[in-house]
């Protein structure tokens, strides 16, 4: 039996915490996260000798060769508008269509509900690519290869059980009494609904909808294989830059920089929402 | 402003039955309270009135109109939730304003209105606020203004005070009555405390198992509780409650409880018709009130006990006795037993009032004997 020493008294002041280490350990993190990709930002401003040379460069002159080369003679731009477009769309739609589901799943009771929101929740267990096929030859039959049309309708598919399963819980957090309240003040359910029950939900749908956006922007399987030409978005396009014997790497090193851009800043302004959306309903009154 | 009509009200859940076959008839600008211990029904009654959830059957009628099944908008009811239902991403001014900015106001007339119902409920200082940065108190006012601020036919109000501490609870009580009485809408309070409904009613349902129990005036209902288990709901200390059985003394009937027999008033048994219960099991109530504490067992007070604990209160004291293995509460003036033994184990002795006691039935609890000095209320009647 352990016994305590009793002649130990309290020191004059409290002992003092060293976290210093731990900062450290915070600061290697982010060398090894941040270095990579500021090597390849580097690199979409160098010109093809310096990005290819053998030993690293780290003072180079800038150039924008790179970029004027894949915005004007390759016009990747276009395919920087479909991903814009496709992932605008598909985020729009399957937030809208998610919310209805996920806000019935959450409020009413029927038979099956459980049942309806985990089927729900296996279509995001099941490997995208194992229908990789199936889908194509669906799109052939339905003349939506290579169309923009068809990217967005499958995107929004493919969301729509992350944004029912977001949602859903941050419906149930939200007292069904709001509504009431309003019900019973006038108003009809869905005149509650969007003028009481939405913007409450504002904050988690802005961020449900940030995760689905990046989600789609960044999809590349189906992307690949259901878009040739008209409808190609950023990752196949980028992908093209990296494969072949001879890969020019300030070229790709640019295309980096134009596919990731759009999204860092996006989530640079849109931080605080994204974090208040998450938090909610931890933080409550 | 209307009167409100209940009849064979049920609702079931599945295969429960919340509530079962209520029936009410509100006069206009009644304040009646749905008393009852939680999960007693008496809030999805009040849910039901609001439209909130649809009776299984029955009908509800509000000023004459047929009501049951309408959708809350088409019933121009007002109602202040448990929490308040306020909207916390709005202003207190667009909180209040929402029922009459749903109805299409103008705005004057709509900030005239929030106006006026703030002064009314001194929150004038709050309207440019958020309720996140509110007290419970005023948040509770907020409630209640928006409530105010319609010109609704019924006002509902679903445990409003529970989230308020004692000492706000006891000016929020004094100063809704004296609302409710001013503005003179038909108001049902529901609540579990037996202290508000008291307080502030016109008149009481007390609630037990989805069933109505009683459906009267505070008075009424402490003094003429309808069941035993009314009796015990209501007032503060609960009433003593005691096992006993009739039994024929030396010249007089007697309640014997075991460790002593109380007797009875001779013509109070003789009203009741008590001489033919002789030897039944029955339940003996009287409330602390009419217990009186001496010091020695007597004739004034013939019942020897023992002090269990001693709880002074400030103005009165309640000394817990204990005769055997029987417990009863009693309530006194602190200058009345001043003189009395206060620690635990001291011997004393009490004394029933004779003019005070009840029976019960203990298998159905419903009252066999009311206390003789009680009187029935000459008011309207219970539904």
Request: charged letters at 20%; hydrophobic letters at 45%; glycine letters at 8%.
């Amino acid at each position: 039996m352990a016994t305590i020493d009793t002649t130990i008294t309290s020191p004059d002041a409290p002992p003092v915490q060293r976290n210093g280490w731990v900062y450290a350990v915070i600061i290697a993190v982010c060398v090894v996260n941040f270095l990579p990709y500021l090597w390849v930002v580097m690199t979409g401003f160098m010109d093809g000798a310096a990005a290819a040379s053998r030993a690293p460069q780290w003072i180079f002159t800038p150039t924008l060769d790179a970029f004027r080369y894949l915005i004007f003679e390759k016009g990747i731009m276009s395919n920087f508008m479909n991903s814009l477009i496709v992932a605008l769309c598909s985020t729009f739609f399957s937030v809208t269509i998610g919310m209805f589901c996920a806000y019935a799943l959450a409020r009413y009771d029927f038979i099956g509900r459980d049942d309806v929101s985990f089927w729900v929740l296996t279509n995001r267990m099941m490997p995208p690519v194992a229908v990789l096929i199936p889908i194509f030859v669906i799109f052939q039959t339905l003349k939506l290869l290579d169309t923009l049309p068809g990217l967005i309708l499958l995107y929004t598919a493919m969301q729509l059980p992350f944004v029912v399963w977001m949602l859903t819980g941050y419906f149930r957090d939200i007292p069904r009494r709001y509504e009431e309240s309003a019900m019973v003040d006038g108003d009809t359910w869905f005149q509650a609904f969007r003028k009481v029950t939405l913007p409450l939900m504002m904050p988690s749908i802005t961020a449900t909808a940030i995760f689905v956006m990046i989600l789609s922007w960044n999809e590349f399987a189906f992307a690949t294989f259901l878009t040739s030409t008209n409808a190609k978005t950023m990752p196949p396009a980028i992908m093209a830059y990296s494969i072949g014997a001879d890969i020019e790497w300030n070229v790709l090193g640019a295309a980096v920089v134009l596919i990731t851009a759009p999204l860092i800043l996006f989530v640079l302004v849109m931080q605080r929402q994204l974090i208040s959306g998450l938090s909610q309903g931890v933080v409550k009154k | 402003m209307a009167d409100l009509q209940i009849a064979g009200l049920m609702k079931q859940f599945g295969g429960f039955t919340a509530v079962n076959d209520v029936n009410i008839t509100v006069h206009d600008g009644e304040f009646v309270f749905l008393l009852g211990p939680s999960g007693c029904g008496k809030t999805t009654t009040l849910r039901m009135i609001a439209g909130l959830e649809m009776p299984t059957s029955g009908r509800i009628e509000i000023a004459g109109r047929n009501v049951t099944f309408l959708r809350p908008r088409h019933r121009n009811i007002g109602m202040v939730f448990q929490d308040y239902g306020l909207y916390r991403h709005m202003t207190v001014f667009g909180n209040i304003a929402y029922p009459l900015e749903v109805r299409g106001l103008d705005k004057r007339a709509i900030a005239d209105k929030v106006g006026a119902v703030a002064k009314t409920m001194q929150i004038t200082d709050a309207l440019q606020k958020k309720p996140d940065q509110l007290s419970a108190g005023q948040l509770q006012r907020v409630a209640i203004a928006r409530m105010l601020v319609r010109d609704a036919d019924v006002f509902l109000m679903d445990e409003p005070m529970s989230h308020l501490d004692a000492q706000l609870r006891g000016q929020m009580r004094a100063e809704l009555r004296h609302i409710q009485k001013t503005v003179g809408v038909t108001t049902i309070f529901v609540t579990h405390d037996q202290l508000e409904a008291m307080t502030m009613a016109d008149r009481i349902i007390v609630m037990k198992d989805g069933r109505m129990l009683q459906f009267a005036t505070p008075r009424e209902i402490f003094e003429r509780p309808a069941t035993e288990f009314v009796a015990s709901f209501v007032g503060e200390p609960q009433m003593n409650i005691l096992d006993c059985t009739l039994r024929r003394g030396d010249g007089a009937m007697l309640a014997d409880c075991g460790p002593f027999a109380v007797t009875l008033d001779a013509g109070w048994v003789r009203a009741n018709g008590l001489a033919k219960r002789d030897g039944q099991k029955l339940r003996l109530g009287i409330r602390p009130e009419h217990v009186s504490v001496g010091r020695d067992a007597g004739e004034t007070h013939p019942v020897a006990t023992e002090l269990y604990s001693f709880e002074p209160t400030g103005a009165e004291n309640l000394y817990v006795l204990r005769s055997g293995s029987v417990q009863v509460t009693t309530r006194t003036s602190t200058t009345e037993t001043a003189h009395l033994g206060k620690t635990e184990g001291t011997r004393l002795a009490m004394r029933f009032d004779p003019n005070w006691i009840y029976l019960f039935d203990p298998d159905d609890g419903r009252t066999i004997a009311y206390a003789a000095a009680s009187r029935p209320d000459a008011a309207e009647d219970a539904a």
